[in-house]
């Protein structure tokens, strides 16, 4: 089992490191909620598709049934929204940079706790460890040499999606019941679909988009959201949410190292400032190193 984690959790950082990089790309030419309707869309079909082919129509229908209601919000919360803020975020940063602020999930899920789970509380070290990591999305958006409010605005509703994740973690650690994890994949990304479908109807682009563009969509559909939704659950059964949950200290590192090596974007002082604090901050207060039993959420770009 330690060689299925080390390598479930190692592709799931190389394919959502990846992601931050076809979302830089696509949103070149898609409007932020036009690539997220196709990316859910797509992925949904393609899901349905496989839960299909593998049990047929009639258990593949029951075991939707199984995921509920609760699976479409819980892709409108972990779907919809982030992923259209991280898009709309990386019109104005750096793909690495997106991908350091989307690593403050766990510590909205440490702010979050003892609001919605009445037995937690953030204090002591885990307080620290909280305020460490707003200091980093501070320096992560202040500090770059010649940003600007777009930059600060951009760097913030990436931090916005992680507040988003982190709220969709409590709801599906209360509500996924026992639906496979096609079924669970299949419903979650419909749900996104289904909410951005209005706005991705009138923010269509208006000329063709370039085929580099296009085929950064697709890898991020086919790759960053389909089958990265599969290893996740997967990785989540056979391995549990808090130890899954590690992957994201690993996908700011590759998000930084692919958008260098195929984007030309720079390395700064502040972003490497950014992502220590950040993931120091993330260590501290979500108890991660310890493998809290509470379960975490796992951040998909």
């Known amino acids: 089992m330690t060689r299925s984690y080390a390598f479930l959790i190692g592709l799931l950082a190389a394919i959502w490191g990846a992601?931050?990089?076809f979302i830089k790309v696509a949103v070149r030419?898609?409007?932020p909620t036009a690539m997220m309707e196709i990316?859910?869309?797509?992925?949904?079909l393609v899901l349905a598709a496989v839960l299909v082919a593998r049990t047929g129509l009639r258990p593949s229908i029951d075991d939707l049934r199984g995921?509920?209601?609760h699976a479409l919000g819980i892709g409108v919360v972990n779907g919809a929204i982030p992923f259209t803020l991280i898009a709309w975020g990386e019109k104005y940063i750096d793909s690495g940079v997106a991908a350091i602020a989307n690593a403050t999930m766990p510590i909205f899920i440490a702010m979050l706790?003892?609001?919605?789970?009445?037995t937690e509380s953030v204090t002591g070290i885990r307080l620290v460890g909280f305020m460490?990591?707003?200091?980093?999305?501070a320096v992560l958006a202040g500090g770059?040499?010649?940003s600007d409010w777009w930059f600060v605005a951009g760097t913030l509703a990436v931090v916005g999606s992680s507040i988003s994740y982190a709220i969709s973690s409590f709801w599906a650690q209360r509500r996924l019941g026992t639906a496979s994890n096609h079924a669970l994949a299949t419903a979650s990304m419909t749900g996104g679909a289904l909410v951005l479908l209005p706005l991705a109807v009138v923010s269509a682009p208006e000329e063709v988009p370039s085929l580099k563009s296009v085929a950064s969509l697709a890898a991020l559909t086919l790759l960053g959201t389909a089958l990265a939704q599969l290893i996740l659950y997967r990785a989540i059964r056979h391995h549990g949410a808090a130890r899954t949950s590690l992957v994201t200290y690993l996908m700011p590192p590759t998000a930084l190292f692919y958008g260098w090596l195929l984007l030309d974007e720079r390395i700064t002082g502040a972003t490497a400032a950014g992502l220590a604090l950040i993931l120091g901050g993330v260590a501290l207060g979500s108890g991660a190193a310890r493998f809290p039993r509470r379960t975490q959420a796992v951040t998909e770009p």
Request: proline fraction near 10%; avoid cysteine; charged fraction near 5%.
């Open 29 to 31: 030419d898609f409007s």
């Open 19 to 21: 992601s931050y990089l």
């Open 132 to 137: 460490l990591g707003l200091v980093g999305v």
């Open 113 to 118: 706790a003892p609001l919605l789970l009445p």
């Open 67 to 69: 995921a509920g209601w």
């Open 144 to 146: 770059q040499p010649g």
């Open 39 to 44: 990316r859910l869309a797509v992925a949904a």
